[in-house]
């Protein structure tokens, strides 16, 4: 059987764009439905009490799979909320600068750009150098933008126009050495490269399991930032 049978999709499209919104596998959509049928039988008992102990397991199912505790994963219902979520509960001002690549997906750079505006910080789109030859040219190219006044990196995992895989883990890990938060946007990972926060170590990190998870459309986490660690020198 091939591997259309197995998809709702148009036969009489080539479907090529499994990027933009993901395509749902018939077992996964038909378990989906078999869900909003539950709900639907007992909505209050569902939504009031099942739903918790429910919503534990999975986070349990997806936090083996990503190397992640199910305490430290929240659902969402897109990378771009989690990207939202994030960026605007962030205490950034005049005098704060945060540093994306200039390879960035719209929505979220858009998020950005609105709230530099806002709230009057500085938001610095880095050029990647294309094509890029290795993850210590690309980590370069970034830290070029680094300045004493940057508060935040934001990252794609995997860029949206170009499919580049950037140096997340390393990114992160001389972030870190610098007292630079990160924001990952990992919206095209998770079930197409092997996911491992722990490796990562991102401060804050989300993706879509609609995409290449092939989850039903609005199927999303993120890995909240930690709490407040006063005796840390950490500035949010
Ligand atoms: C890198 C990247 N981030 C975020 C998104 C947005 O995904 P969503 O609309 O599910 O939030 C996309 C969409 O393709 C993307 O390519």
């Not at 690309?138 to 940057?150: E, H």
């Not at 499919?163 to 390393?170: H, S």
């Not at 998770?190 to 804050?204: H, K, R, S, T």
């Amino acid at each position: 059987m091939s591997l259309r049978n197995h998809f709702l999709l148009d036969p009489n499209v080539v479907f090529l764009n499994h990027g933009s919104f993901g395509a749902c596998p018939r077992p996964v959509f038909e378990v989906y439905q078999q869900w909003q049928r539950q709900l639907e039988h007992q909505p209050v008992q569902f939504l009031m009490t099942r739903v918790f102990d429910e919503l534990r397991v999975a986070r349990e199912v997806l936090g083996r799979y990503v190397n992640c505790s199910a305490d430290d994963l929240a659902f969402v219902t897109n990378a771009t909320s989690a990207v939202n979520l994030v960026a605007r509960s962030l205490p950034l001002g005049a005098g704060d600068e945060v540093l994306a690549t200039d390879l960035e997906y719209g929505a979220c750079d858009h998020t950005w750009q609105f709230l530099s505006q806002k709230q009057g910080f500085t938001y610095v789109r880095q050029h990647i150098p294309l094509p890029a030859t290795t993850a210590e040219a690309i980590v370069a190219a970034l830290w070029a933008g680094v300045t004493p006044r940057t508060k935040v990196i934001f990252v794609s995992h995997i860029t949206s126009a170009t499919a580049l895989t950037l140096p997340v883990e390393l990114i992160c890990q001389r972030a870190q050495a610098a007292g630079i938060l990160t924001v990952v946007d990992g919206a095209h990972a998770v079930g197409q490269i092997p996911l491992d926060m722990a490796a990562i170590n991102a401060d804050f990190y989300t993706s879509n399991c609609h995409k290449w998870l092939c989850a039903p459309k609005g199927s999303a986490f993120y890995t909240p930032i930690p709490a407040p660690n006063t005796s840390s020198n950490h500035w949010w």
